[in-house]
């Protein structure tokens, strides 16, 4: 049941990532946006992907479950860990395809979601094995309810915004 709440806002997430994919093309996907002659340095769509991709794992292996097949890569955590810098890429060569970026973000957290709703509601008051989060999120449950709820939110914001800069409009 525990699983089942956090996983809802979960899929209410995805969807939202899903809409905002609507019209990107690849030549966009790694770009700041600019309004005129100002570049906006904000957080592109892969970064914002691929970053998010990241956490997936961690929700599966925290409940119990087998990772493994979307453990992000060496190459993926230095592009995308919360200490990497978000990169205009005008050449396409310092972030992976689109199609994989978009790829490994739907894949991983469809695999999170089932790991939820497959999880045994007491795995969720455990104590948070993640010891620099503890103090904010105490609990397995609360740590995952912010990752599939509250952080994919705050990035797919930034997504929502990276969209309108570009003149793609809402989605």
Known sequence: MIGQMIADSGQ?????????MTGV???QFARFAAV???????NHPAFILGHLSLYPCQVIEQVGA???AVKPSEKYDALFSKHAKC?????GTLYPPMEEVVEKFFSSHGAAIEALLNADDA???TPNPTEHLREKFSTVGSLHGFYLSGHL?????QFSAWRRA????PA
């Open 12 to 20: 209410l997430c995805i969807g939202y990532a899903k809409r905002m």
């Open 25 to 27: 093309t690849q030549e």
């Open 36 to 42: 005129g002659d100002t570049v906006i340095e904000s």
């Open 66 to 68: 087998d990772a493994s």
């Open 87 to 91: 990169l205009d890429d005008p050449n």
């Open 123 to 125: 795995v969720f008051s």
């Open 153 to 157: 939110m705050l990035h797919i914001g």
């Open 166 to 169: 570009m003149g793609l409009g």
